[in-house]
């Protein structure tokens, strides 16, 4: 553990409470992609299986408790709760396109061929696309709204200080998790254009507005 890695999941269980609670206070998912949260979801239960057959830390164990159920709860009001406010229309990307390729490339490039070790890969490659659908629904619509820039801005620095645990331990204790690491810089990549856009706009109290596609 180290300061960026705590840093990272405080970032993360902060975007997910900032989801919640939009959705809770305007009793509307309008704006949020769905299919981001049903990947989220995937990612979440596909990694975490090692809850029932390693036990690393309490601190671990709780992190990962919560994750679980705040994303299967995230996905019951969007597609149940407060369905009717879900914006389906412009939720529309194709999760086959996501799914397929990293589902493959799970079995071909991880670190044993277990089923454990293949669910890992899985989840990690799929987290570094998984925020690809709520970017299409926002260039799709041309805009987001104030509260959730904040949820995409700290779910960027989630993984932004995560690079940043990684290079630490990497100095600290020479090790270096291939596949972890350039999963975590694609998903980064994925975020710097959102980050200009937050700093420039949202964060000077203007509201997030793209060109709409043609």
Known sequence: MNVFRILGDVSHLLAIIILLLKILKSKSCA??????????????????LDL?????????TVMKVIFLICAYVTVYMIYVKFRKTFDSENDSFRLEFLLVPV??????????????????T??????????????????????AETITTHYLFFLG????????????RYHTENFYDQIAVVSGVVQTIFYCDFFYLYVTKVLKGKKLSLPMPV
Do not use: D
């Open 157 to 168: 620095l989630y993984r932004a200080l995560y690079i940043a645990n990684w290079v630490w």
């Open 103 to 120: 589902t493959g490339l799970s079995f071909l490039e991880n670190h044993s061929f277990t089923p454990l070790e293949i669910l890992w």
């Open 31 to 48: 704006g949020i992609s769905g299919k981001s949260q049903i990947l989220f979801a995937l990612v979440f239960t596909t990694r975490y």
């Open 122 to 143: 899985f989840s990690i490659y799929l987290e570094s696309v998984a925020i690809l659908p709520q970017l299409f629904m926002i260039s799709k619509t041309g805009e």
């Open 52 to 60: 029932f057959t390693t036990f690393i830390s309490v601190y671990n």
